[in-house]
């Protein structure tokens, strides 16, 4: 018991000791705790020639590069799986593939020019529609239906004399036909050579019907809704 005075105040104060300092580790450094060992990083540790380098991720033999490339190879898989589970769940709950077999597409045709031929998808296959100029309407109500293979006429084809709305699948075996070309300048199939006139009817080659006509309805003079059902 040590007496002890502060600012005119006397205090007895007890020490308790707590032992002296014992050295520890390698080197002999004290440490204030005794029983507590100093690690020894051992050479067999460390990298080889850990000496010579002066970058502490260099010096060690155990690096974090693994864990962070594993860490992120998971993230990747994580989400790439997670974007199909919303894709598969996005197709569940939308609408079933026979509601988009039937869907009804509108197309405005004053956006095909005359002379031109535009292609459009429509229940998966390619739709054409054409603008046709007066001499190619001419050529094709001026047809012999006598000569022709599949005969229908032009009026029963076109609904409006200037377009023609057709499917672009060639009746051979479902090649896509080019526009604009062949004897007749109707369309073209290069796979095995059929002719179609500028009504898509078949004149020359292996195909035996005409390109089918979907069923279409003109709400204007320059707006048309193809596929609707009844």
């Given at each position: 018991m040590d007496a002890v005075k502060v600012a005119g105040v006397r205090y007895n104060v007890s020490w308790k000791s707590h032992g002296p300092f014992v050295p520890?580790?390698?080197?002999?450094?004290?440490?204030l705790h005794g029983d507590i060992q100093k690690p020894e990083f051992l050479d067999h540790e460390r990298k080889p020639n850990w000496k010579d380098r002066t970058d502490p991720a260099a010096r060690h033999?155990?690096?974090?590069?693994?864990?962070?490339?594993?860490?992120?190879?998971?993230?990747?898989?994580?989400?790439?799986?997670?974007?199909y589970t919303l894709y598969g769940l996005a197709l569940m709950?939308?609408?079933?593939?026979?509601?988009?077999?039937?869907?009804?597409?509108?197309?405005d045709l004053a956006t095909i020019p005359e002379g031109k031929n535009?292609?459009?998808?429509?229940?998966?296959?390619?739709l054409f529609i054409r603008h046709r100029t007066s001499e190619?309407?001419?050529?094709?109500?001026?047809?012999?239906?006598?000569?022709?293979?599949?005969?229908?006429?032009?009026?029963?084809?076109c609904l409006n004399e200037k377009y023609l709305i057709c499917l672009g699948v060639c009746t051979h075996l479902g090649c896509v036909p080019i526009a604009h070309a062949g004897s007749w300048k109707g369309y073209y199939c290069p796979c095995?050579?059929?002719?179609?006139?500028?009504s898509a009817r078949i004149m020359k080659g292996p195909a035996p019907l005409n390109l089918e006509i979907p069923k279409h309805e003109y709400l204007t003079d320059s707006l048309v809704v193809i596929g609707k059902e009844d």
């Open positions: 520890t580790g390698e080197t002999g450094v004290p440490s033999a155990y690096s974090n590069n693994t864990s962070y490339i594993m860490m992120g190879a998971g993230a990747g898989i994580s989400l790439y799986l997670a974007k709950l939308g609408p079933g593939r026979d509601k988009y077999a039937a869907a009804a597409i509108e197309v535009a292609v459009f998808m429509w229940r998966g296959k390619p190619e309407i001419t050529a094709a109500q001026g047809c012999d239906l006598a000569a022709l293979r599949d005969p229908q006429t032009d009026s029963e084809r095995h050579g059929s002719h179609y006139d500028t």
